[in-house]
């Protein structure tokens, strides 16, 4: 089975600053790892994932997250926060790969402080 | 990449009536398609998966006489809540993947918002 677990349901930040929300993930399987964003009432956009190779994986809007096996993490990251970063974010899994069954995370809402 | 249409993106329905939500994939064929309820302040769950031309499958605790999920095409799946009442309203979003898509990822719809007044 696999889950996944955001730590810290809300984090703010200011503008400019270091944005770091971290996620571990359990899985029985190599895992494929996503991160998603959601804006108010909008759907899922993905950020980034991660599926094989390279464990630092760069994604849109200047993300990035490095997959990390001995920690069982994906913490995404982004080195200066913009007022527009603001919006719930969400990692996930899926181990099944061809059929992308994906267990989300609780999400953590990113606030942007001015 | 892969385009999935959801609609409507707001419906709102009294008490009682069914309402039918469409997921569309634009330009690929989806194969598979996933339909997800997102409760307030909480994260996605996962209510059912269904291959094209097969029967949904639900996950534990999510009724199918009451959330009907049809997959008749390889690019339209559609999601009746039937005899709405006001504990269905939620934001449903769904996801699709296909032959021609990312054999890594799935893609999501915008999302529709439910109220059942």
């Known amino acids: 089975a696999q889950s996944v677990t955001q730590l810290g349901s809300h984090v703010s930040v200011s503008e400019g600053a270091l944005v770091l929300l971290r996620c571990n993930y359990s899985?029985?399987?190599?895992?494929?790892l996503f991160w998603y964003v959601q804006y108010p009432n909008q759907g899922l956009q993905l950020l980034l994932k991660?599926?094989?190779?390279?464990?630092l994986v760069k994604g849109i809007n200047g993300f990035e997250a490095e997959f990390k096996k001995s920690e069982t993490s994906f913490h995404l990251t982004k080195p200066s926060a913009h007022m527009s970063d603001a919006a719930e974010y969400f990692c996930?899994?899926?181990?099944?790969?061809?059929?992308?069954?994906?267990?989300f995370g609780t999400g953590t809402k990113l606030q942007v402080i001015p | 990449g892969a385009v999935v249409s959801q609609h409507p993106s707001r419906v709102i329905c009294k008490s009682g009536t069914s309402v039918k939500i469409e997921c569309r994939s634009l330009?690929?064929?989806?194969?598979?398609m996933f339909w997800y309820r997102q409760f307030p302040k909480k994260s996605l769950m996962l209510m059912a998966t269904?291959?094209?031309?097969?029967?949904?499958?639900?996950e534990q605790g999510v009724e199918k006489d009451k959330f009907l999920i049809n997959h008749a095409s390889l690019t339209l799946s559609t999601l009746t809540v039937t005899s709405a009442h006001p504990e269905d309203s939620s934001f449903y979003i769904c996801?699709?993947?296909?032959?021609?898509?990312?054999?890594?990822?799935?893609?999501f719809g915008q999302g529709t918002r439910l109220t059942v007044v």
């Open positions: 996801s699709a993947s296909g032959y021609q898509t990312s054999n890594t990822e799935a893609f």
């Open positions: 899985s029985s399987v190599p895992p494929y």
């Open positions: 991660y599926t094989t190779g390279a464990t």
């Open positions: 996930a899994v899926s181990e099944d790969g061809g059929y992308q069954k994906v267990t």
């Open positions: 330009d690929f064929q989806a194969t598979t």
């Open positions: 269904s291959n094209e031309g097969s029967k949904a499958t639900y």
